[in-house]
């Protein structure tokens, strides 16, 4: 075996238990919340009814640029309004358990309609769902009452951080 074949076959070994490593502090590692970790890095978190209307959008751009810091990323958040949004991410979405690492290097994609609830498949398929996700949902589930197709009401998601 020649020299290189030696160190591909030990760097490949190598790649695989830090991968293996890292999955397993992903699995049964520590964990915290993305509030926490924002709180810790420094952001105010404002109670979604102590926040003036005239703040709401900095104080939420705030929010989503900390978290990008983090590679925690949002899509499907065109639905919300800026103040429903950053009530949803501050009551809900910002209080789920996270891995309490920095060393993971994972990139977190949080789409607000992914839950699987029936509100959250109806406004899926109302607002973001092209026609051809929509006619495959009416396959699969014929019987479904599929809601009209509409424009989201706001234009946010272009301007969300995304990963590199």
Known sequence: ??????????????SYEEYARKMRLFE????TTN???????GITLTHPDALP??????????VIH???QLRVYLEGTDHLSDKDLY??????TLREGVPAIDDLGFN????LLSGGGETETMLY??????EDYRQHWLEEFPGYDMPVHEDPPHNRDRLLPRPQ
């Open 108 to 111: 977190h994609c949080m789409h």
């Open 1 to 14: 075996m020649s020299d290189e074949t030696v160190r591909a076959d030990r760097d490949h070994q190598e």
């Open 28 to 31: 049964d590692g520590p964990t």
């Open 125 to 130: 398929l109302k607002y973001f769902a092209d």
């Open 87 to 92: 009530a949803t991410l501050w009551h809900d």
């Open 66 to 68: 900390a978290l990008a």
């Open 35 to 41: 509030f926490q970790q924002l709180v810790d890095g």
């Open 53 to 62: 209307d005239a703040e709401v959008a900095a104080k939420l751009f705030e």
